[in-house]
């Protein structure tokens, strides 16, 4: 295998990598964003028909059959779990952003200037990732 195609490769890896996280992230997001809206809703009454799609936590929530009061007691720890997530998460982002710009920078070492092009543009397809690159790495 040629160095190109495994760098290729890597980087196809960590582009399947993040949107893999963030698609986990999204879910887990409405997943809780929800839990706070349904305790509003009757049991069994979902936004299916009104304003989308039946959410992840009102089918668990109806394959459990919960009474309104376990939605009610259920809800705020979701709440809580979410804010809880988002601390945790916004004190690791730095060391985060620093793990993902640095496997991004060796990986556009191994690509060509016009693979380093369209890398970049994929990961702004991919991930609306629009944080500007340093000068001189074009």
Do not use: C, N
Not at 35 to 58: D, L, Y
Not at 67 to 81: C, F, G, H, K
Request: no cysteine; proline share 4%.
């Amino acid at each position: 295998m040629s160095s190109g195609t495994q760098g290729i490769r890597v980087a196809l890896l960590l582009l399947v990598t993040l949107a893999a996280g963030a698609a986990g992230g999204i879910a887990i997001d409405r997943w809780l964003v929800t839990a706070q809206t349904s305790q509003e809703r009757p049991h069994g009454e979902s936004r299916g028909r009104s304003g989308g799609r039946e959410t992840t936590i009102e089918k668990f929530a109806d394959e459990l059959g919960l009474t309104a009061e376990q939605r009610s007691l259920i809800a705020p720890i979701l709440v809580d779990t979410r804010a809880r997530m988002s601390e945790v998460f916004d004190r690791v982002r730095p060391e985060y952003e620093v793990v993902v710009d640095s496997a991004r920078a060796r990986i556009e070492e191994i690509l060509t200037p016009e693979q380093v092009r369209m890398y970049r543009q994929l990961l702004q397809d991919q991930s609306g990732d629009r944080r500007e690159r340093p000068a001189g790495t074009d």
